[in-house]
């Protein structure tokens, strides 16, 4: 595996259930990503982590829980969705989190919440 | 705050014809600029970066973009236009926002090519 892989590529839910969104880089960065890209809004930064801290939590719902147990994995832990949180949630990695940093993505899960 | 503003949400050209595809920023400090192309299904794929190391950036499969300063711009180019070139096209600026960096994008800009 190289780059950026995100687990599964596709989810439905219903709005009682409990998921888990699962993203992997194999590049050796330090700093991960989670983004929401809705249909007609541009793309928003959720949560992002550095050395398996995190460092932004950019107002997100309690609904939607992070976890990064080491630096090469990142989870999104998801309970009591809605149906307005159905999106392709984007995973992205760089090297630091420090600006000029490129970031890159994975393929993204999307995510239908019934 | 930093801020980028793409023209046009969606443009069609012809095949063969040149693509331009704009990207306006705000920036209070030298800004970090990207292009980001993502294909149907997919996530998003770096196209090219500015760094300030040159105005003239060239990118991936033909793609260049110009900084320029005196119009806080930061469009796209590619001389002649492929098929395979359809694709949502992203401007975005890297911002340091309290202990992280983030990229800000633009909406986005849809790109169809015809025959």
Same mark, same amino acid.
């Given at each position: ?114 | ?12 050209? #012809? +095949?063969?014809?040149?693509? @331009? ?6 920036? !209070?400090?030298?800004?970090?600029? =990207?292009?980001? /192309? ?31 300063? #005196? +119009?806080?711009?930061?469009? @796209? ?6 098929? !395979?070139?359809?694709?949502?096209? =992203?401007?975005? /600026? ?22």
């Amino acid at each position: 595996e190289t780059g950026v892989t995100q687990t599964p590529r596709h989810l439905v839910m219903g709005m009682t259930n409990k998921k888990s969104l699962k993203c992997e880089q194999h590049l050796g960065h330090n700093a991960m990503y989670w983004y929401k890209q809705s249909a007609k809004k541009p793309l928003e930064l959720m949560f992002v982590y550095s050395l398996e801290e995190r460092v932004e939590n950019n107002s997100v719902p309690s609904r939607f829980s992070p976890e990064c147990p080491n630096s090469s994995h990142l989870f999104l832990h998801l309970h009591t969705l809605q149906p307005e949180d159905s999106a392709l949630y984007l995973c992205a990695s760089s090297q630091e989190s420090v600006r000029g940093d490129t970031q890159y993505f994975g393929p993204g899960t999307r995510l239908t919440v019934l | 705050a930093q801020s980028v503003t793409q023209l046009g949400s969606h443009v069609s050209v #012809s +095949e063969g014809a040149l693509v @331009l595809l704009r990207c306006n920023y705000s920036s !209070s400090v030298p800004p970090y600029l =990207f292009w980001y /192309v993502q294909y149907p299904n997919q996530g998003l794929q770096l196209l090219l970066k500015y760094t300030s190391a040159a105005t003239l950036v060239k990118g991936i499969n033909g793609f260049e973009a110009e900084f320029k300063k #005196s +119009e806080t711009s930061f469009h @796209l180019t590619k001389p002649s236009a492929h098929m !395979s070139d359809a694709a949502e096209y =992203f401007c975005a /600026v890297s911002v340091f926002h309290g202990t992280a960096s983030k990229l800000t994008f633009g909406t986005g800009t849809r790109l169809q090519v015809t025959l």
